[in-house]
């Protein structure tokens, strides 16, 4: 029989770390296919058990990425009626502003509230 030791806690600094990298990780989409998604995936899945902070902020950042490119296929689909070209610009600098302004936040310890998310982690 075996004793189980308790995962270690994340010191406050660590956690406001690794829930700004839940946001940050998702500029990685820019380099690599789906990255946007991945990136903050798996900070998510290595981090949620040992702090809630980080899970908050991975399952918020994971329903934004996720939000973002169903808006962005519908935005694709609608470049043949040409307002999808302003759609899909327009989702452009909304997802580089909020990715940004949820990094500040976690940074700083607070929770940012991504606007026009579908929830699909709860």
Known sequence: MSVQTPAPQ?????????????????????????????GPLVVWLMKKDLSQFVNQQG???????????????????????????????ALGIFWLVEVVMASIAAKDGRAHKYPLTFTFFN
Not at 26 to 37: E, K, N, R
């Open 10 to 38: 994340l010191t406050a600094q660590e956690e406001r770390t690794w829930g700004m990298l839940c946001h940050l990780l998702a500029f990685s989409g820019l380099i690599i296919p789906f990255g946007s998604f991945l």
């Open 59 to 89: 399952k918020a950042s994971l329903n934004f990425q996720l939000s973002c490119l169903i808006y962005g296929i519908v935005g694709a689909l609608l470049t043949f009626l040409v307002i999808g070209a302003f759609v899909l610009i």
